[in-house]
């Protein structure tokens, strides 16, 4: 069976550190695969997402950029953290029928 | 722009209570529904799914949710909520099988034993 996973689970973090948060997934080849950020009643905003190796769609102008070194390896950065960037970061992936998505437990960030 | 409306942000229920959560989505042409819940300290999981056919489908849990093309909807409901049922829902709709799921505000549904 599949399985997704992300680490860590929480990271606190200062104002103007990098930031590198993985997600992988097992069980599954070429899985689509999604960095959301989740806000307290905003729903989920997404991203990135990412079709391949080396493919990555940005859906938000932000801090924060990713990458795919590997088919089920997804990896969300930043250079520098902004306050802004605290929140609540979840990957997910999809075998790319229909967008049924599977989500990952999430990492919680607080930039301080 | 696509969006999705969820019109309840919390509802709280006594126990055996029945639930309906709505869900309405503005988008014209072809969608995938869905409904996702998160129970507390857990990952966000599916709890059912639209693609085509029968348009009142069940999912986990007893569950089940109406697709109304005419009214842009799909609402979920449960005929006896009970108090593991606590938990945030999330409505969701994949437009034209594009590679974007479009997202609810979710509703946070919190059971009175």
């Known amino acids: 069976s599949q399985t997704i996973h992300q680490w860590p689970a929480t990271l606190v973090q200062p104002v103007g550190s990098p930031l590198s948060l993985e997600c992988t997934v097992e069980g599954t080849s070429n899985p689509n695969l999604y960095w959301y950020r989740q806000a307290a009643g905003r729903g989920l905003q997404l991203l990135f997402y990412?079709?391949?190796?080396?493919?990555i769609s940005s859906e938000v102008p932000q801090n924060l950029s990713a990458s795919r070194p590997q088919d089920r390896q997804f990896i969300l950065s930043s250079k520098k953290l902004l306050l802004s960037d605290s929140g609540f970061y979840l990957c997910a992936w999809d075998a790319g029928q229909r967008n049924e998505q599977y989500f990952g437990p999430g990492t919680r960030l607080t930039v301080t | 722009a696509q969006s999705v409306s969820q019109h309840n942000h919390h509802v709280i229920l006594s126990e055996a209570a029945s639930l309906e959560l709505g869900c309405n989505y503005s988008?014209?042409?072809?969608?995938?529904l869905f409904w996702y819940v998160q129970y507390p300290g857990q990952h966000l999981q599916l709890l059912l799914k639209?693609?085509?056919?029968d348009p009142l489908v069940k999912g986990i849990k007893g569950f089940e949710a109406e697709f109304i093309k005419s009214k842009f909807s799909f609402n979920l409901r449960k005929p006896s909520v009970q108090w593991s049922d606590t938990a945030e829902y999330f409505c969701?709709?994949?437009?034209?099988?594009?590679?974007?799921?479009?997202w609810g505000a979710g509703t946070k549904l919190i059971i009175k034993p």
């Open positions: 988008y014209g042409g072809t969608v995938n």
């Open positions: 639209y693609f085509s056919g």
């Open positions: 969701a709709v994949n437009p034209d099988s594009n590679y974007q799921l479009i």
């Open positions: 990412s079709v391949g190796i080396g493919q």
